[in-house]
């Protein structure tokens, strides 16, 4: 009997599941740009951009490869419009019954697909080093899910940077030489560009025409959209910025916006590349005496460590996860998220960055956009659905457990032990945002102060009953406690008063 073998937007691996218990002689690969995809959140054009001409790619060498392939382009007049209905439209077509896929990396995705009226089969998304099963095990009875002990085990397993069953230069974790402020000159010119070819600009045109409404910047599209580009792209990164990765991963600069980050996840989490291949080329460069541990280290810590515990977490906290809001937060998302004017230059260049490139890195993320809302309270189900719309390497798995855990400590503390909040002098330390900026980062209160400064106390406060009695926070009260009265007493007015202005709609 002949099936349908789903192929999804962020499935496109040769080794795929899906593909590898497929029969080519009989089955059917169907794939399907669908706007109900693009629009249920509204995704960054270039992120549809990317996933389009990347899969339309894939489409051709499936085909090149001898697979019978079902290709819908967006404007074909019979497309049905959601993956579910394409499925449905493809089995009446061939009079196929059942489908295989690879699970879906979002629970919205997996109930459709168990709701459709076909015998849908999900093969687990073995792209990933650690199982649901392993990850589950791994979770099971532990009081706390730390990164760091999950990361020792994917260390043990993959022998990635292992010499004689212990760590190499005897240390698993070097993230204390990776603070170093932001340097003055980058030696780097960024990620490998890739100009349009005729698919992309294809892809390009009809993006603008059906999308063209959604936040975010269409032209300069230039990332990579097969495999053999993205190992391309990978190989610049490690030959020309993973030796100084390590060094500057926390810091920021205004005028650079990718410093010596990767833009590897774009590829790596729609299946361009796979986290093991990445790694051991880093791991490579080390043994070459290429790149030194403390960058090499951090690097596979990301992917194997980082990477791999989110999605973990993810699937083991289930379909409720991305509306948790564990701080009871529910101000509504300021319009300078969507590029409204705000004279706070950190945020004002991280969003018009995002707008530009659909990308920016972990610190602007976590420490800029993410910092500003946990601080000023914003509902967090809003903040992660800003973040999946707007990074070209946001999918849920891995999007959300950032978000509404790391960032926003919304999950109660599951992923992060404490809150990532900081005033403005941590993104004084780590940038030069301040240097531009119309508030002074000094100015701890008044009209000039940097509204981190306020807002981080204010925060503080508001949930001291959560956070007060945690080991790792209680300097922060007793610098509080510490003082002036009258000092703290305008600290929280103009706190009040900042955020009286933000939902008033003022430019902040
Ligand atoms: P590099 O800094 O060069 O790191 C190398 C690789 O490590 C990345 O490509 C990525 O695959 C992996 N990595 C690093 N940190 C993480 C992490 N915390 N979780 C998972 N993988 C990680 N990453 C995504 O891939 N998709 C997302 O939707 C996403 N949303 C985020 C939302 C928030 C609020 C925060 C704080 C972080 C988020 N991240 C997300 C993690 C991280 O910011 C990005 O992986 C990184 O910025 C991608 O850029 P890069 O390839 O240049 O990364
Ligand atoms: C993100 C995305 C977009 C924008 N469009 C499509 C699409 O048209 N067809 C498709 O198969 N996949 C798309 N995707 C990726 C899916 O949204 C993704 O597979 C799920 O969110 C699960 O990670
Ligand atoms: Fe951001 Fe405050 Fe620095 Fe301005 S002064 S750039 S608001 S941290």
């Keep these: 009997m002949v099936r349908l073998v789903l192929i999804l937007g962020d499935q496109l691996s040769l080794d795929l599941a899906s593909l590898r218990a497929a029969d080519k002689e009989l089955d059917i690969i169907v794939m399907a740009e669908v706007a109900s995809e693009a629009t249920y959140v509204r995704h960054h054009p270039k992120k549809i951009a990317f996933i389009f001409s990347a899969m339309r790619k894939f489409a051709a060498a499936l085909k090149a490869d001898s697979w019978k392939v079902l290709y819908s382009q967006l404007d074909d007049a019979q497309n049905a419009g959601s993956i579910p209905a394409e499925l449905l439209r493809r089995a009446q077509e061939s009079g196929a019954k059942e489908v295989i896929a690879t699970r879906p990396g979002e629970w919205r995705l997996i109930e459709a697909l168990e709701g459709t009226p076909l015998q849908v089969s999900l093969l687990e998304d073995d792209r990933f080093l650690a199982t649901h099963a392993e990850f589950e095990t791994w979770a099971e009875g532990r009081k706390a899910l730390r990164m760091e002990y999950f990361y020792r085990d994917m260390r043990r397993k993959t022998g990635l940077l292992m010499e004689d069953g212990k760590p190499a230069q005897g240390q698993w974790n070097f993230d204390h030489d990776n603070r170093k402020a932001a340097p003055k000159d980058v030696s780097y010119s960024g990620p490998l560009p890739f100009a349009p070819d005729a698919i992309t600009k294809d892809v390009l045109d009809l993006v603008a025409t059906s999308f063209g409404d959604h936040f975010g910047k269409l032209e300069n599209f230039n990332f990579a959209t097969t495999r053999a580009e993205a190992l391309q792209a990978l190989e610049h990164f490690i030959t020309h910025a993973l030796p100084r990765f390590g060094d500057f991963q926390d810091a920021m600069l205004s005028e650079n916006k990718f410093l010596y980050h990767a833009v590897?996840?774009?590829?790596?989490?729609v299946g361009l590349l796979g986290p093991l291949e990445i790694c051991q080329a880093a791991e490579q460069a080390y043994k070459d005496g290429y790149a030194p541990i403390n960058a090499v280290e951090g690097f596979i810590r990301q992917i194997i460590g980082w990477r791999e515990y989110v999605r973990g977490i993810y699937f083991l906290?289930?379909?409720?996860?991305?509306?948790?809001?564990?701080?009871?937060?529910h101000r509504d998302l300021p319009a300078l998220y969507w590029g409204a004017e705000t004279k706070m230059h950190c945020l004002s260049k991280s969003v018009a960055q995002t707008r530009d490139e659909a990308y920016a890195h972990h610190i602007q993320r976590l420490m800029v956009t993410g910092n500003f809302a946990l601080l000023s309270g914003i509902d967090p189900e809003q903040v992660h659905e800003w973040?999946?719309?707007?990074?070209v390497d946001a999918f849920e798995w891995v999007e959300a457990p950032n978000t509404i855990g790391m960032s926003q400590f919304a999950d109660g503390g599951i992923i992060a032990s404490k809150p990532y909040v900081s005033s403005g002098a941590y993104i004084n330390r780590m940038s030069n945002y301040c240097k531009s900026c119309h508030y002074a980062v000094k100015d701890k209160t008044g009209e000039t102060a940097c509204p981190f400064n306020v807002l981080y106390w204010d925060f503080l406060i508001r949930h001291e009953d959560r956070f007060s009695n945690n080991p790792r926070m209680g300097n922060m009260y007793r610098t509080w406690n510490r003082m002036d009265e009258t000092h703290r007493a305008t600290v929280l007015q103009d706190a009040a008063?900042?955020?009286?202005?933000?939902?008033a709609g003022e430019a902040v």
């Design 317 to 329: 906290e289930g379909p409720d996860y991305t509306r948790r809001n564990a701080l009871g937060h």
């Design 497 to 503: 008063i900042f955020l009286e202005k933000l939902d």
């Design 264 to 269: 590897i996840s774009p590829y790596l989490n």
């Design 387 to 391: 973040y999946l719309e707007v990074y």
